[in-house]
């Protein structure tokens, strides 16, 4: 996953967080998420009260680290108590801006499209799709998942309809920037992208790219070097 800011630069480092800047880094706000769901996977299990160390196990991540991204979000634990699981889920939902409802317009309504239409964890952790668009004209018009696939020439009506602030992308690599483009001047703030393309967004705009082939390459990577010497 490659996060960008709004000037196009990725990062993914924990710098300091500049005057305007969230106190919280990238890198922390990532490892903050993974938190989320043990902490979630925790509290389905009934544990009530863990420590850093329990957290940290979980994910393979020292309970230093884990310390120093918690206190982030405030005095929390306790010592020889530790941290109570719902508190702490709240404050990191607080924390991600995740503690309400975002609406996003998904673009591109291929394969790959139906699939995250089905996803069910966009909307258990407060992301709602609601529109759809297209530039097929034998798509648009019809309903997929309970929404109407609209032409992309509608773009700008539908986002001020929805009141979508994200969107995501599959549409192919060759059509992404002209995309992006038109999803910055329609007011969308947040662009969450599936295209292997390199992307440039405007000032306001925070762009997410996701390239699975990226992340098998690294994967293969791990196994080769990890592999048993023959």
């Given at each position: 996953m490659i996060l960008t800011t709004p000037n196009g630069m990725d990062s993914d480092t924990d710098q300091p967080a500049g005057p305007n800047?969230?106190?919280?880094?990238?890198?922390?706000?990532?490892?903050?998420?993974?938190?989320?769901?043990?902490l979630e996977s925790f509290r389905r299990e009934g544990l009530g009260k863990l420590s850093s160390g329990q957290l940290g196990e979980s994910l393979g991540v020292s309970d230093a680290q884990v310390r120093k991204d918690?206190?982030?979000?405030?005095?929390?634990?306790?010592?020889?108590?530790?941290?109570?699981?719902?508190?702490?889920?709240?404050?990191?939902?607080r924390a991600l801006g995740i503690d309400r409802e975002w609406k996003a317009v998904l673009?591109?309504?291929?394969?790959?499209?139906?699939?995250?239409?089905?996803?069910?964890?966009?909307?258990q952790q407060g992301f709602r799709l609601v529109a759809l668009c297209d530039n097929d004209a034998a798509k648009v018009g019809t309903t997929i998942e309970g929404l109407r696939v609209e032409s992309l020439d509608d773009l700008t009506a539908v986002v001020r309809k929805?009141?979508?602030?994200?969107?995501?992308?599959?549409?192919?690599?060759?059509?992404?920037?002209?995309?992006?483009?038109?999803?910055?001047?329609?007011?969308?703030?947040?662009?969450?992208?599936?295209?292997?393309?390199?992307?440039?967004v405007p000032h306001g705009v925070n762009?997410?790219?996701?390239?699975?082939?990226?992340?098998?390459?690294?994967?293969?990577?791990?196994?080769?070097?990890s592999a048993p010497e023959r």
């Open positions: 800047e969230p106190r919280l880094s990238r890198a922390s706000a990532g490892r903050l998420s993974l938190y989320l769901r043990s918690l206190a982030c979000l405030g005095h929390l634990g306790q010592p020889g108590i530790g941290y109570s699981t719902n508190e702490l889920i709240d404050a990191i939902r673009v591109g309504v291929g394969n790959l499209a139906r699939a995250l239409l089905r996803y069910r964890g966009f909307q929805t009141g979508a602030e994200l969107a995501i992308l599959t549409v192919p690599a060759e059509a992404a920037q002209a995309v992006v483009d038109r999803l910055a001047a329609t007011g969308i703030r947040g662009l969450l992208n599936f295209a292997p393309a390199a992307l440039k762009l997410v790219t996701v390239d699975l082939t990226v992340q098998l390459e690294q994967l293969a990577f791990l196994v080769q070097w």
